[in-house]
């Protein structure tokens, strides 16, 4: 069953059973599955979006935010993105109503959160990244493996890779490249994308003390843009002209995958991953009108058009349609009205 409504099983699993399916990208382009209806305004929503957490997602969330006001001119909105771990205790003090995250929730999180209030915490899919390995655009590197990837950024090589791997001859760059040292670009430890990193592309090693970590995503793609001899990572949507997006292979036997949006349908790419919005949901209850619209939004033609605009991937509308009913909302007209056709 499409993602069984378990969101808490590794993303790169669930990539690859629930996406190979999602026919509506094109080679070169990726587009709103069409299943997945326009959203109309309803009556009776007021309040303040407060949005604290993830980095990666905080255009996303501005971009949903000021759709929404437009429909809804008196809801106010509250967006803060410092990185992920700030969601969790932001949704159990209740300072924030929506926690956006880049990574799920570890046990640790969910266990504080179901102490507070009996229950867990409900994840909301809204859309799909890719975690590029990025180069200056002058970089000829052809494509790495995730075990030299590991040891390029890991100081425990738990990729069991042969060697640490310093500089970018040892990768089989010649000439100038030959004994220039890789300068090393991520994120901080309060990102979900560095908690993803380390879990998938360095095994669940540790990162070595040369990286420089920096505040944002985009601080990362600058960081390459600017060193010749650098990489670093970041999601997909932060990519620019100046920096280049190396193709990965799971292993040496493999085929370079690049990142493209059908291999983050298929699940080819190795470092694809969801994009999440947690909230306070007991099950059973019903959610107040300014939450369940503005869910109902981001899952919805315009919400999944601006994630197209941010640079990452729609949902396929099976995933819309069983994550609004995960959380009692599958009656919803403009839901009907996709789902009929």
């Known amino acids: 069953?499409?993602?069984?409504?378990?969101?808490?099983?590794?993303?790169?699993?669930?990539?690859?059973?629930?996406?190979?399916?999602?026919?509506?990208?094109?080679?070169?382009?990726?587009?709103?599955?069409?299943?997945i209806p326009e959203y109309k305004a309803s009556s009776g929503v007021s309040g303040t979006i407060k949005s604290i957490g993830s980095d990666t997602l905080n255009n996303l969330m501005t971009l949903w935010s000021e759709g929404f006001k437009k429909l809804y001119p008196a809801v106010t909105t509250e967006v803060e993105g410092k990185g992920s771990t700030t969601a969790p205790p932001a949704l159990i003090e209740g300072t924030a109503n929506f926690g956006p995250m880049s990574r799920e929730m570890k046990k640790q999180e969910i266990d504080d959160f179901e102490k507070k209030f009996g229950y867990k915490p409900t994840a909301i899919p809204t859309s799909i990244d890719?975690?590029?390995?990025?180069?200056?655009?002058?970089?000829p590197i052809q494509s790495l493996t995730m075990a030299q990837v590991d040891a390029i950024f890991s100081k425990t090589r738990k990729g069991n890779h042969e060697s640490d791997i310093t500089?970018?001859?040892?990768?089989?760059?010649?000439?100038?490249?030959?004994?220039?040292?890789?300068?090393?670009?991520?994120?901080?430890s309060a990102s979900g994308t560095y908690g993803y990193f380390k879990e998938n592309a360095l095994f669940k090693g540790d990162f070595k003390d040369s990286v420089k970590e920096q505040p944002g995503s985009s601080s990362v793609v600058q960081g390459v843009a600017t060193d010749k001899y650098a990489m670093g990572y970041s999601g997909i949507g932060y990519m620019t002209a100046d920096v280049r997006a190396v193709p990965l292979m799971k292993d040496a036997k493999a085929a370079a995958v690049e990142a493209t949006p059908e291999n983050a349908y298929s699940g080819k790419y190795p470092l694809a991953r969801f994009l999440y919005v947690y909230i306070n949901h007991k099950p059973g209850s019903d959610l107040d009108p300014l939450r369940r619209e503005f869910i109902a939004y981001i899952l919805s033609k315009q919400g999944q058009e601006d994630v197209v605009k941010?640079?990452?991937?729609?949902?396929?509308?099976?995933?819309?349609?069983?994550?609004?009913?995960?959380?009692?909302?599958?009656?919803?007209?403009?839901v009907e009205a996709g789902s009929s056709k």
């Open 1 to 35: 069953m499409l993602l069984a409504m378990n969101f808490q099983l590794r993303t790169t699993v669930i990539v690859a059973a629930a996406l190979v399916s999602a026919a509506f990208v094109a080679p070169q382009a990726v587009k709103v599955d069409p299943k």
């Open 130 to 139: 890719m975690l590029a390995v990025y180069v200056h655009k002058d970089n």
């Open 167 to 188: 500089t970018w001859g040892q990768l089989g760059l010649t000439g100038e490249w030959a004994d220039k040292p890789i300068s090393l670009y991520g994120r901080n």
């Open 310 to 334: 941010d640079g990452y991937f729609p949902l396929p509308h099976k995933i819309v349609v069983d994550t609004l009913k995960k959380i009692g909302v599958q009656t919803a007209p403009a």
